[in-house]
Structures are given as structure tokens and as C-alpha cells.
């Protein structure tokens, strides 16, 4: 049987121009996203470390084992054998040609231990899952950031046959692992979603040499859940899976180690004062979401609250791809003052300090209403607020205010 067409990433042309220059990449991310698949096309010799038979040699004597292998050498999972970073770092030093080896890992190593260091000698890369943009076959071309930041609305022409409401939400169900995406529907993609939640909590908190319940942490995992896009308390989320301060932070720890959870952080500003400082946190990918809390399109459309919080998180599981490669060196943040006169769902400051920002709107009809906080910071900033966006379900783009636009989801990939 022949393998699958490749379906083109976003990081494939990044991954290639820095691996033509730098000895050693170190690719991260969830498991299943794709990092294997795209970097064995780069690759003379793999080595899966997850496999005990092909471990075993890099376990007892990782030195020898990796001079052996014909470069360029992928080394898939190489957390699996964490003195292999060692051995990697050694061979860097003896000889720094470009193109050698190619590291992926699904998690970061053991916390306590210092084989996982490879600073001055492997550059890391961080991969998502596909992106709507990559499946629409639009991986090339300047992303929706860089078109944003110039601040012209023609850069946003009106799309063919956008989604509605109702698309959107299918669109998040969905997901961006590429298995069950490019190759599987119903039943058979649901069992698949269902199975990667089971292993989460169970075998790949494992890898990490976790001290955890995982009845335990499926309940936490439950509660970020219902809270992902929130800015939450703490004690909300760990008094909601019924567990203790420590646990809880034990447990955030371990899944951000696993890249299935990220805390987008608070932007400061010496201009702002009073702006909330916690962390809005995210599940990565809104099919992890949907799974963990069987959830299917009826339950999100009957609770408007729950459907905020789902297209809030599969739209920034858009953009934080894009965000990662961008030639704009974008963070990602929230704001939110004390009070809550103020907030805005998704801040990025770009390199020099110039920002865009975003509402996320899961209405068709925005107005000028919905940009009031975009204009609060576009006033306060001058010339530093670029541009600002309400993204939202309607189906076209059109302007709201000065440099502040409404425009369809789909134009993160239209």
C-alpha cells in the first residue's frame, strides 16, 4: 500500500533552511502532530527511541550507537533515551557541519535530570498540529500576522464559501492531529480522540517519570478543560477536579511538559496600569477539549459560554502556529484590567514592541460595539497598535474604526 500524499506544513520550509545551516534541530511538540513524518523527509537514517529494540543500543553506550548511524540521522522521541542528548552534544563539539542530526520529542525530559541540555549545540523548533491553512493546501505566502500588521484591508479580500457558526464548530471538533484529520471520520476519529485522552493520562504521563493518579489527572485535564480560554483562579480549577493546591500544580506542570496545555501570559504595559497579571489558559488543540469532555456540536451550541471558550481555543490554535515561524517574532498574550472595564482576548507584540490585537466573536453580526476595547489600547498606544481584529462567524471582512477590522475566521487561512 502506498503511504499517504505529504500534506505541507508551515514549518517545512523554516525546518529546511535551518538544518542547512545548524548541525543539530531539536523538534517539539504533542505527539502525533506530525513532527516525525515531516522530518524524515530530511532524514538518510531514522532511529525510533520508542522502540525498545532500537533503543537498547543508546542505552548502553549512546556515543557509539549514534556514530554508527549514517547522518543525517532523525532520532524520534529522544526523550525516551535522555542520555542521548549527551552523546549528541559531544558529536556537535567534535564536529558542527550543518545537516546532522534531527532530534523530535512529544515530551520534555525528566524534571532533576541535566542529560536533557543541549544549549549552544541544538536549536529548537516547536511544531503544532495542522492548521486549517495547511489542510486548505495555503502553507506558503505571507501568514495572517504579517497581512494584519500592514494594517490594509485589502489584504483580506472576501472569502469563497466561508463556514458559518455551524462550520466553525465542526472545524474545531476536528482538531489539527493530522491522523485523524486527513484520514478518518465519524466513529473511527472520535475512538481515535477518545484513545489519545486515555493515553495522556495514563501511559505518556509515564515517559515524563510522573508520580500521578490518573483518575486524578483525568479530572484535572477535565477542569482546564472547562476552563480553557479563562482567566481563572487557581483554586477554582483544583477545587473543580476535587484536589490539592500541590497536585494541581504538579499536574499543570506535567501537561504542559507534554505540550497539551499552554498559559498565554499577561501583557504589561508601562502605559496601562491595573492589568490583570494571571495566565489565560489553553488546551492546544479544541479536539482534545471536545474528547475529554464528550462533547459533540449540539452540547457547544446549547451553551453559549462553553461556545466562546471553543472557538476562542481553535482560534488561537491557529495563529500559535504561525506565531512560532512568523518573521515578525510575535508573542502571544492577554490583557485584562482589575476591574474588567477593559480586556482583550489575544494581544501579540511584535519585534520593537508594535502590537495587533484580536476579539473573538462567535457571532456573524460584529459591530462597532464589539471593537470598544480594540479601541481602548489603539487610543492609549499611538502608532505602537497596529492593527486590530474582531474575528468572528459572518462571512465577510469589512472596517470597524481606524486600523481596527472585522473579519471572518477563515481569513486565518483565506
Known amino acids: 500500500m502506498c503511504p499517504p500524499p505529504y500534506?505541507?506544513?508551515?514549518?517545512?520550509?523554516?525546518?529546511?533552511?535551518?538544518?542547512?545551516?545548524?548541525?543539530?534541530?531539536?523538534?517539539?511538540?504533542?505527539?502525533?502532530?506530525?513532527k516525525?513524518?515531516?522530518?524524515?523527509?530530511?532524514?538518510?537514517?531514522?532511529?525510533?527511541?520508542?522502540?525498545?529494540?532500537?533503543?537498547?543500543?543508546?542505552?548502553?553506550d549512546a556515543d557509539a550507537a549514534l556514530g554508527a548511524m549514517p547522518t543525517p540521522v532523525l532520532l524520534d522521541e529522544w526523550q525516551e533515551v535522555p542520555e542521548l542528548m549527551g552523546a549528541v552534544r559531544r558529536a556537535v563539539d567534535e564536529d558542527s557541519s550543518p545537516g546532522r542530526f534531527l532530534l523530535t520529542g512529544s515530551a520534555r525530559a525528566r524534571r532533576g535530570s541535566d542529560a536533557w541540555?543541549?544549549?549552544?549545540?541544538?536549536?529548537?523548533?516547536?511544531?503544532?498540529?495542522?492548521?486549517?491553512?495547511?489542510?486548505?493546501?495555503?502553507?506558503?505566502?505571507?501568514?495572517?500576522?504579517?497581512?494584519l500588521a500592514e494594517a490594509d484591508l485589502a489584504a483580506f479580500p472576501v472569502p469563497a464559501d466561508p463556514p458559518d457558526l455551524l462550520g466553525y464548530?465542526?472545524?474545531?471538533?476536528?482538531?489539527?492531529?493530522?491522523?485523524?484529520v486527513l484520514r478518518l471520520v465519524?466513529?473511527?476519529?472520535q475512538a481515535w480522540l477518545d484513545t489519545y485522552v486515555d493515553q495522556l493520562v495514563t501511559r505518556d504521563a509515564e515517559t515524563l517519570g510522573s508520580s500521578r493518579d490518573p483518575v486524578l489527572l483525568r479530572r484535572y485535564l477535565e477542569a482546564l478543560c472547562v476552563n480553557t480560554a479563562g482567566v481563572v483562579e487557581d483554586k477554582s480549577i483544583y477545587d473543580a477536579a476535587s484536589i490539592s493546591r500541590m497536585t494541581a500544580a504538579a499536574y499543570e506542570r506535567l501537561l504542559s511538559d507534554l505540550f497539551v496545555f499552554e498559559a498565554l501570559p499577561a501583557w504589561s504595559n508601562n502605559r496601562l496600569s491595573r492589568l490583570v497579571k494571571g495566565?489565560?489558559?489553553?488546551?492546544?488543540?479544541?479536539?482534545?477539549?471536545?474528547?475529554?469532555?464528550?462533547?459533540?456540536?449540539?452540547?457547544?451550541?446549547?451553551?453559549?459560554?462553553?461556545?466562546?471558550?471553543?472557538?476562542?481555543?481553535?482560534?488561537?490554535?491557529q495563529l500559535r502556529p504561525e506565531a512560532e515561524l512568523s518573521p515578525l517574532r510575535p508573542r502571544l498574550y492577554h490583557l485584562r484590567e482589575k476591574d474588567g472595564r477593559h480586556e482583550i482576548d489575544l494581544?501579540?507584540?511584535?519585534?520593537?514592541?508594535?502590537?495587533?490585537?484580536?476579539?473573538?466573536?462567535?457571532?456573524?453580526?460584529?459591530?462597532i460595539g464589539d471593537a470598544?476595547?480594540?479601541?481602548?489600547?489603539?487610543?492609549?498606544?499611538?502608532?505602537?497598535?497596529l492593527a486590530g481584529a474582531v474575528l468572528h462567524t459572518g462571512p465577510r471582512p469589512f472596517g470597524l474604526s481606524e486600523r481596527i477590522f472585522a473579519l471572518p475566521i477563515c481569513s486565518l487561512w483565506h
Open 186 to 189: 465519524g466513529g473511527a476519529r
Open 117 to 147: 541540555s543541549g544549549i549552544g549545540r541544538v536549536v529548537n523548533l516547536r511544531m503544532y498540529g495542522l492548521t486549517v491553512r495547511e489542510t486548505a493546501g495555503h502553507s506558503d505566502g505571507p501568514g495572517f500576522l504579517e497581512r
Open 372 to 385: 470598544r476595547h480594540l479601541e481602548w489600547l489603539r487610543d492609549r498606544l499611538g502608532q505602537r497598535f
Open 279 to 317: 495566565p489565560k489558559r489553553y488546551l492546544v488543540d479544541t479536539s482534545l477539549v471536545a474528547a475529554a469532555l464528550r462533547l459533540d456540536q449540539l452540547a457547544i451550541l446549547r451553551d453559549g459560554d462553553l461556545l466562546g471558550r471553543v472557538i476562542d481555543t481553535f482560534v488561537v490554535s
Open 7 to 34: 500534506t505541507p506544513r508551515l514549518v517545512d520550509r523554516p525546518l529546511a533552511d535551518l538544518f542547512a545551516q545548524l548541525p543539530a534541530l531539536l523538534i517539539v511538540g504533542p505527539r502525533a502532530t506530525g
Open 347 to 367: 494581544l501579540a507584540e511584535v519585534a520593537g514592541g508594535d502590537v495587533v490585537a484580536f476579539e473573538i466573536k462567535a457571532t456573524a453580526t460584529p459591530d
Open 36 to 60: 516525525t513524518t515531516s522530518a524524515r523527509r530530511l532524514a538518510r537514517s531514522v532511529v525510533r527511541l520508542d522502540v525498545p529494540a532500537e533503543a537498547a543500543a543508546f542505552r548502553f
Open 169 to 180: 464548530v465542526d472545524l474545531a471538533l476536528r482538531g489539527g492531529f493530522p491522523e485523524p
